[in-house]
């Protein structure tokens, strides 16, 4: 539980899960009140202040970056996930990072070097490599780039180096303790064959993905075919525009005020080549993007494009007009024509969204960088928050309170069977209701698994063919059947499971909850409790004979 990313627990790592912090002393509830408010205003002061360093100071490009970081659709469809947390702590430590070196109290240093632990704990428990890597990359360059500044420049007294140690070694202290003790279920993850053996080295992503950042307007709205909406969000940003235009304004006077931003884009760059074409693998194992896929490198990709846009947008009001009409818009143009050309040659996505649609949307993207680029800073802030209405603030919606689960009549049956038999083995059968009944502090034989139960496993796969489906992070989907028992995995992260009356009997299942009539299908073993309700959700009492 302690390594489970948004698993609220009573341990020493909570000071790297603020989150969470509610658990300790609200109700259910209010504790998840905490988690989403907390999350979503922290997230907004954040990415305020972290473009206020970005664009040296600039207010309103700051305020407009606040909303669009905190509302890019990759982090909000991932808002309770990984990529949430990895971007939340990333910028936790960047702007800790940047507010102890610019500091002359020692008190603020001591308050920053301890946001910076609480955020580099949070950061390592989140245990998502595959976001993690890259965003490391980001932290430690930050790092560096103010450490050797401040001690090119003597800056760092005594104090400071001791404060350092001393946020290095409590850092250390909390991590170290917190894996030990989670020893098991680590190594039990890098066991699995999904994510823990899995060596990715990029590549292998069509450039036509280029076009899924314009649906990211839609995905709120409609269901896509393709991919689920978490797998195919990204964001809205202008890198498609920028880059092309980037070294042709780049002034030499201003390197160094602008080193962070330049650092951001050329990481985007070998963030794009590894998208598409990839690296050897000795250079992915060296670098640690072996735990890296294509895919998350192109969500967090999103997430940094989102940073290198707005560093762009404050660059080049510095710059002369004239230089903006001959170099930027042109060239800006041309980027967008290729844009226009993959959106009409694709063909992945035209079930989804009308071509007509998507290059609406990207002219729009469109139209936006060139409000930003031109200075019409009014007409820009209401295009680029348009966006993050569209796109990102709608994703998750706004719920008072947890009475639409708890509520429920099932809920209720679940809670007042579980009260009478505790200790009763619990399963579903042809839903998604695998997390639900733990709610209730039912014992599930299965649901979400970061690493596999090998011993009740066993019981399953009696003779071990299918230990490649089932060793592996999986949402577990039993379907019970009168054959044998077979596993597969419709995606990498599901195991659909095909169970019989005797597997069941085997794990001393005593309940199940299903939306078929297991009585007339199985006999009576089989005896409905529950139900059918409105949802057509039935509980059955399984008795063994």
Request: hydrophobic share 50%; net charge positive; with cysteine.
């Amino acid at each position: 539980m302690i390594v489970a990313y948004h698993s609220p627990v009573s341990h020493i790592s909570i000071i790297g899960k603020p989150f969470n912090w509610g658990a300790l002393f609200l109700s259910p509830s209010r504790a998840l009140s905490w988690y989403w408010c907390f999350k979503i205003i922290t997230f907004i002061l954040l990415a305020f202040e972290f473009t206020m360093i970005l664009t040296k100071g600039n207010k309103a490009l700051s305020s407009v970056a606040a909303f669009f970081i905190t509302y890019i659709p990759a982090i909000q469809w991932w808002f309770m996930q990984h990529l949430g947390d990895v971007v939340w702590f990333t910028l936790l430590a960047l702007v800790a990072i940047y507010h102890y070196f610019n500091s002359k109290k020692t008190s603020s240093k001591i308050g920053f070097a301890a946001l910076l632990s609480s955020s580099l704990i949070g950061f390592v428990l989140v245990i998502y490599p595959a976001f993690q890597v890259i965003f490391a990359y980001i932290i430690l360059m930050y790092f560096l780039v103010h450490f050797f500044r401040a001690l090119r420049k003597k800056e760092l007294k005594k104090e400071d180096w001791i404060i350092m140690a001393v946020t290095l070694c409590v850092t250390g202290l909390v991590v170290g303790i917190s894996l030990y003790q989670s020893l098991d279920a680590v190594l039990a993850s890098l066991e699995t064959v999904y994510p823990g053996s899995r060596v990715s080295t990029g590549g292998g992503t069509p450039i036509a993905v280029i076009a899924s950042l314009f649906l990211n307007i839609f995905l709120p709205y409609k269901l896509p075919s393709i991919l689920n909406q978490v797998e195919l969000a990204s964001s809205l940003n202008f890198l498609p525009f920028l880059l092309l235009t980037l070294p042709f304004i780049l002034d030499k006077k201003h390197l160094k005020e602008n080193l962070f931003g330049l650092f951001l884009s050329l990481y985007s760059v070998f963030l794009l080549f590894y998208v598409f074409v990839g690296v050897p693998e000795w250079l992915a194992k060296l670098t640690l993007f072996s735990f890296v896929t294509s895919g998350r490198a192109w969500q967090a990709l999103a997430v940094i494009s989102v940073f290198v846009s707005f560093w762009f947008i404050n660059y080049v009001w510095h710059l002369d007009r004239r230089k903006i009409m001959k170099v930027v818009l042109p060239l800006s143009l041309l980027s967008f024509f290729f844009c226009v050309y993959l959106i009409v040659s694709n063909q992945m996505y035209r079930d989804y969204i009308s071509r007509g649609m998507t290059l609406l949307a990207a002219s729009f993207v469109l139209l936006s960088f060139l409000l930003g680029v031109f200075k019409y800073k009014r007409l820009f802030a209401l295009s680029m928050l348009a966006i993050c209405l569209l796109a990102g603030f709608t994703v998750n919606p706004i719920v008072s309170g947890i009475g639409v689960v708890e509520d429920k009549k099932l809920s209720y049956a679940i809670k007042d069977i579980v009260q009478k038999e505790p200790q009763a083995v619990w399963m579903t059968d042809n839903n998604m209701l695998y997390n639900y009944p733990q709610m209730f502090g039912a014992k599930m034989i299965n649901g979400v698994r970061f690493y596999p139960d090998r011993e009740e496993m066993k019981k399953i796969d009696t003779k071990g063919q299918y230990e490649n489906e089932w060793n592996r992070y999986a949402h577990i989907k039993p379907l019970l059947t009168e054959g044998a028992v077979t596993m597969s995995n419709s995606r990498p992260d599901v195991l659909d499971m095909q169970v019989n009356t005797e597997t069941i009997r085997k794990l001393k299942v005593s309940y199940l909850i299903s939306s078929r009539d297991l009585s007339a299908e199985f006999g009576d073993e089989f005896r409905m409790v529950y139900g059918p309700d409105k949802d057509g959700n039935r509980i059955y009492h399984f008795t063994s004979k």
